[in-house]
């Protein structure tokens, strides 16, 4: 199997859906149906190839149904499988586009250049994404909107992303690095 950051999470499976099979996906492609377009996905481990028959997006959900699989059972066996595609088989994002994936590991500066930390990783919980950027000497890590106000340039070939935290952020670490 290929190195985990040659690979990109591209969904995960959910609950089964019905009685033969489908599973709900979430799909981490810009357009959900996407997932199907890139061919056979891996799991994590690289021990399961997942293949998708077919595919309904529907108001609440992407539905699918994966080569090999006719049951609930085994359906539900599948669920909370994070799905994988090599790196390499995305195509090339444009100049001012970039993949998730290629944010990790980015050094974040201050507007002036000052190091901040490193990108960890990029969450979303539903609400817009959060960038968490792991800070150096066992500071916690900052979990920020990410956003063009908090983020305004990304230099993935240069390796490094302006972050602007929020003042509020700023004021709280100013006082816990001053005693009070």
């Known amino acids: 199997m290929k190195e985990q950051s040659d690979l990109v999470l591209v969904g995960q499976i959910g609950a089964a859906q019905g009685l033969k099979g489908e599973v709900r996906l979430r799909s ?9 377009a890139y061919g056979p996905l891996r799991d994590e481990a690289g021990s399961k190839t997942i293949e998708i028959q077919r595919l309904r997006v529907t108001p609440k959900a992407v539905i699918v149904r994966i080569k090999g699989v006719t049951t609930r059972e085994a359906a539900e066996a599948l669920n909370r499988t ?3 595609i090599a790196r390499d088989a995305l195509p090339e994002a ?13 050094k974040a500066v201050s ?38 106000d908090t983020v305004p ?22 006082d816990v690095g001053s005693g009070g």
């Open 28 to 36: 981490y492609t810009q357009d959900p149906a996407d997932i199907a």
């Open 111 to 148: 507007p002036d250049g000052a190091p901040i930390g490193t990108v960890a990783t990029v969450h979303n919980f539903g609400a817009g994404d959060i960038i968490e950027i792991a800070r150096a000497e066992g500071s916690p890590s900052l979990l920020i909107a990410f956003t063009d």
């Open 82 to 84: 994070r799905l994988y």
């Open 153 to 174: 340039n990304i230099d993935v070939v240069g390796g490094r992303l302006v972050l602007i935290p929020p003042e509020e952020l700023e004021t709280s670490e100013d």
């Open 94 to 106: 444009a100049d001012d586009e970039w993949y998730v994936a290629d944010l990790i590991g980015l």
